[in-house]
Nanobody
Framework: QVQLVETGGGSVQAGGSLRLACVAS????????AAWFRQAPGKAREGVAA????????EVIDSVKGRFTVSKDNAANTFYLQMNDLKSEDAGVYYC????????????????????WGQGTQVTVTS
């Protein structure tokens, strides 16, 4: 029932910033939470961040703490991932995913419990 579309990817120099957006259609109201995953070339997909639609409770993995921030704007039906001080190891395709109400917890970042996925957006980090 929900479509997710990511935008905001691109190429940035190491130390630079990008903000990814994930727009949910028709709205975020039917979603329990959303998360960001990424996949670098030759590596497995990994969860990066998660946030619940109601309340705050943003979480990011240890490797991006202090650099990445996940947020939301329910009025705009949008989830965000602000990425600062980007490093080469942050490069990859970033995906937005979401769990519908009644589903499982978002913070485990278990990709198999997510109901909806965006198409992905490429993030490239240059030296």
């Amino acid at each position: 029932q929900v479509q997710l579309v990511e935008t905001g990817g691109g190429s940035v120099q190491a130390g630079g910033s990008l903000r990814l957006a994930c727009v949910a259609s028709p709205s975020t109201s039917s979603l329990k939470c959303a998360a960001w995953f990424r996949q670098a070339p030759g590596k497995a997909r990994e969860g990066v961040a998660a946030i619940y639609t109601k309340g705050d409770q943003p979480e990011v993995i240890d490797s991006v703490k202090g650099r990445f921030t996940v947020s939301k704007d329910n009025a705009a039906n949008t989830f965000y991932l602000q990425m600062n001080d980007l490093k080469s190891e942050d490069a990859g395709v970033y995906y937005c995913a979401a769990i519908s109400w009644g589903g499982e917890s978002c913070y485990s970042l278990n990709e198999y419990v997510f109901d909806y996925w965006g198409q992905g957006t490429q993030v490239t980090v240059t030296s």
